[in-house]
């Protein structure tokens, strides 16, 4: 059996870390800020943002929780990211995606300012991590990488697969584990003989948002396998990865749930504290 990488655990040291910090700029007179904005009521969307303004709120973030009707024109959307963009009292500025039809994802995205974009989705925030310069991370990918640092499980040198070529998740996943030192394939819906890369693979990210597409005779024995999808059938919620069968071959694996998905909104809370010390002019790596 694979040993089980406990992302719910590890997403609470993580957010015991944040709240620390936190605590030491409250006592500095200086409290960070998180604004997240969600247009409509897409059912998942929902329950994300409420645990991402319960999450903040624990640690000691102020945290405030902007819902607008599915209607809202995408004018009044960016002319509020504008207004919180010189807002003081917020460091971190997320919309929750995936957006309404009538919205461009792109043009939203760049409307929020990259100093504030803890959600790393920015342009110049995706530049800066292609060029290896300080910024903010996708909280998915950082989360990931958070948890196999957790683990104590090295990716130098290591054959590294990630399936999905997402912006959110498989980009970005690529492009940390590169600068990790690990040896990176990208594969994708169009891959040919999949199956041929996922057997080489040390190390397997699955984010293709197809359920239980990872099966055991794919999977190299040994390997750590990290399972990004959240998919609902039947109204169950199950990653891309079969667990009755990867489980018997992999090293390591991380369940759905319970697994990526906690860190996920850790690590929203790391970027708003970051980002809120980038601002103060304090001591961070993330400058941009
Ligand atoms: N602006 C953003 N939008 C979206 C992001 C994002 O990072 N920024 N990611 C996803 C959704 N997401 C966060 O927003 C997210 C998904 C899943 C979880 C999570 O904790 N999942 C649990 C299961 C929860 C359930 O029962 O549904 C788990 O895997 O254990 C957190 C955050 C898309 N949009």
Same mark, same amino acid.
């Given at each position: 059996?694979?040993?089980?990488?406990?992302?719910?655990?590890?997403?609470?040291?993580? @957010? *015991?870390?944040?709240?620390?910090?936190?605590?030491?700029?409250?006592?500095?007179?200086?409290?960070?800020?998180?604004?997240?904005?969600?247009?409509? *009521?897409?059912?998942?969307?929902?329950?994300?943002?409420?645990?991402?303004?319960?999450?903040?709120?624990?640690? %000691?973030?102020?945290?405030?929780?902007?819902?607008?009707?599915?209607?809202?024109?995408?004018?009044? $959307?960016?002319?509020?990211?504008?207004?919180?963009?010189?807002?003081? @009292?917020?460091?971190?500025? $997320?919309?929750?995606?995936?957006?309404?039809?009538?919205?461009? *994802?792109?043009?939203?995205?760049?409307?929020?300012?990259?100093?504030?974009?803890?959600?790393?989705?920015?342009?110049?925030?995706? %530049?800066?991590?292609?060029?290896?310069?300080?910024?903010?991370?996708?909280?998915?990918? $950082?989360?990931?990488?958070?948890?196999? !640092?957790?683990?104590?499980? /090295?990716? *130098?040198?290591?054959?590294a697969v990630v399936i %999905? @070529? /997402?912006?959110?998740?498989?980009?970005?996943?690529?492009? $940390?584990?590169?600068? !990790?030192?690990?040896?990176?394939?990208?594969?994708?819906?169009?891959?040919?003989?999949?199956?041929?890369f996922t057997?080489?693979a040390d190390l397997l990210i699955a984010?293709?948002?197809?359920?239980?597409?990872i099966?055991?005779?794919i999977v190299k024995? %040994?390997a750590t396998v990290i399972d990004?999808?959240?998919?609902?059938?039947?109204?169950?919620?199950?990653?891309?990865v079969?667990?009755?069968?990867v489980?018997?071959?992999a090293?390591?694996?991380?369940?759905?749930?319970?697994?990526?998905?906690?860190?996920?909104?850790?690590?929203?809370?790391?970027?708003?504290?970051?980002?809120?010390?980038?601002?103060?002019?304090?001591?961070?790596?993330?400058?941009?």
């Amino acid at each position: 059996m694979a040993q089980l990488i406990d992302g719910k655990q590890w997403a609470l040291v993580s @957010r *015991e870390e944040t709240a620390k910090t936190v605590s030491d700029l409250k006592t500095n007179g200086f409290t960070p800020g998180l604004v997240v904005i969600l247009l409509g *009521e897409h059912p998942a969307s929902m329950s994300y943002v409420k645990g991402k303004d319960k999450a903040a709120t624990a640690v %000691g973030i102020h945290s405030e929780l902007i819902q607008l009707p599915t209607s809202t024109t995408e004018a009044a $959307l960016l002319q509020l990211i504008e207004r919180l963009n010189h807002d003081d @009292r917020y460091h971190g500025i $997320l919309v929750q995606l995936p957006l309404p039809q009538h919205m461009n *994802e792109e043009t939203v995205i760049r409307a929020i300012s990259p100093q504030k974009d803890v959600d790393g989705f920015h342009p110049l925030n995706v %530049g800066a991590l292609t060029s290896g310069l300080p910024g903010f991370i996708p909280c998915t990918p $950082l989360g990931v990488m958070k948890l196999l !640092a957790y683990e104590g499980i /090295s990716v *130098e040198g290591k054959n590294a697969v990630v399936i %999905g @070529r /997402s912006n959110i998740v498989g980009k970005p996943m690529a492009q $940390l584990l590169l600068r !990790a030192n690990a040896t990176v394939t990208i594969c994708h819906s169009k891959t040919h003989n999949l199956a041929s890369f996922t057997r080489e693979a040390d190390l397997l990210i699955a984010a293709i948002g197809r359920p239980n597409f990872i099966t055991g005779d794919i999977v190299k024995p %040994g390997a750590t396998v990290i399972d990004v999808g959240i998919n609902r059938v039947d109204g169950k919620l199950c990653g891309d990865v079969e667990f009755s069968t990867v489980d018997h071959v992999a090293g390591f694996l991380t369940p759905v749930p319970g697994g990526v998905g906690p860190m996920t909104i850790a690590m929203l809370l790391h970027n708003t504290v970051e980002a809120a010390m980038l601002m103060a002019n304090m001591d961070t790596d993330k400058a941009l």
